[in-house]
């Protein structure tokens, strides 16, 4: 059974850093595009950042592009997200993700979106 455990969230400054991480268990994952995503407040969840499978390539939301950092360690299944210059609007839950199937690249999201964590709260104040 597939398992998915964030954990580094918190309160930061304006301009801060935090750096999340996901461990996963239940399998070997070096196979599977991995991702985060986060869920604001009255928001729809919304997609971050992903990292393929194999050479790594990465993908990020506009919102975040040139803050935030996704990386991931295949021998200890975890992924990270090193986020820098945080604002405001970047406070929510944020969620890890694994495919369900193998291979994926780091765009476009499949359809079948795979496993979720259970989040880390991240929240920005001003």
């Known amino acids: 059974q597939v398992q998915l455990v964030e954990s580094g969230g918190g309160l930061v400054q304006v301009g801060g850093s935090l750096r999340l991480s996901c461990a996963a268990s239940?399998?070997?994952?070096?196979?599977?595009?991995m991702g985060w995503f986060r869920q604001a407040p009255g928001k729809e969840r919304e997609f971050v950042a992903r990292?393929?499978?194999?050479?790594?390539?990465?993908y990020y939301a506009d919102s975040v592009k040139g803050r935030f950092t996704i990386s991931r360690d295949n021998a200890k299944n975890m992924v990270y997200l090193q986020m820098d210059s945080l604002k405001p609007e970047d406070t929510a839950v944020y969620f890890c993700?694994?495919?369900?199937?193998?291979?994926?690249?780091?765009?476009?999201?499949?359809?079948?979106?795979?496993?979720w964590g259970q989040g880390t709260q991240v929240t920005v104040s001003s």
């Open positions: 990292i393929s499978w194999g050479n790594g390539s990465t």
């Open positions: 239940g399998g070997s994952f070096s196979r599977f595009a």
């Open positions: 993700n694994v495919d369900a199937m193998p291979w994926g690249t780091a765009w476009p999201l499949p359809k079948n979106r795979g496993y």
